[in-house]
């Protein structure tokens, strides 16, 4: 009987939880792989809590400790670039220009920290969000509010593509949300409408999600 390919998804918080429980672990486990995920942990004093990335040092202590598993075959990973610690690998050495060639120059630096073959970093671009622009029909149909559907597409259009729209503070695919969607509910309504989706219109539309998939294919 062939081994167990074991893939972990080591994720930011309940949304991304989410998105892996409801959608991605699905289209991996068709691909081949037993999949696992756990959320980043964060320590105080007294009281472990689970969703946020604080620190490099406390995010690669957890990385390795994931890694102690022989039995593990590929850890990745699904965090936001937007945000991500700025004491992490390649943060301070990022190059000039694209949105996309800054995210791969510091999911590198990570690979090369981490140094085990079987770690296959990923940040999204720039944030989860950036996936329920993806999905902006989706989410206009189930808010029932067509006008957002026309704002999220002049959003996209405007930046290249749902990754590429900012990480600016004030503008992020987060920061939009806030302001087109009364209530918005991140941890509910952001994970149903890309589920609505399906994988083949992420792919379709975020470049930097197909790559990544693509090198978790067995």
């Given amino acids: 009987m062939p081994e167990l390919k074991r893939l972990h998804l ?16 699905g289209h991996l486990q068709r691909q081949g792989w037993f999949v ?5 942990r964060t320590q105080t004093a007294a009281v472990t809590h689970r969703g946020g990335v604080t620190s490099w040092p406390k995010l690669h202590r957890e990385i390795k400790e994931l890694l102690a598993s022989p039995r593990l075959t590929v850890l990745t990973t ?29 999911e590198e630096a990570l690979r090369v920290a981490v140094g085990d ?4 970093p990923h940040l999204v671009q720039h944030e989860l969000e950036s996936w329920v622009f993806a999905a902006g029909d989706q989410l206009a149909y189930l808010r029932d509010d067509p006008e957002l559907a026309e704002r999220i597409k002049q959003d996209c259009a405007e930046a290249g593509g749902p990754e590429l729209v900012n990480d600016d503070p004030r503008n992020a695919p987060s920061k939009r949300l806030a302001r087109y969607c009364p209530g918005y509910v991140k941890t509910l309504e952001g994970p149903l409408a890309i589920a609505e989706l399906g994988i083949e219109g992420l792919q379709a539309t975020c470049p930097h999600f197909a790559a990544w998939l693509s090198r978790l294919v067995l």
């Fill in 36 to 40: 696992t995920y756990s959320t980043v």
């Fill in 117 to 120: 073959h079987r770690f296959v």
């Fill in 78 to 106: 699904l965090f936001d670039y937007y945000g991500f610690p700025p004491d992490a690998p390649g943060m301070a050495t990022r190059p000039t220009g694209i949105a996309t060639g800054k995210v791969e120059h510091v």
């Fill in 10 to 25: 080591l994720v930011e918080g309940q949304t991304e939880a989410t998105v892996v429980r409801d959608l991605l672990s």
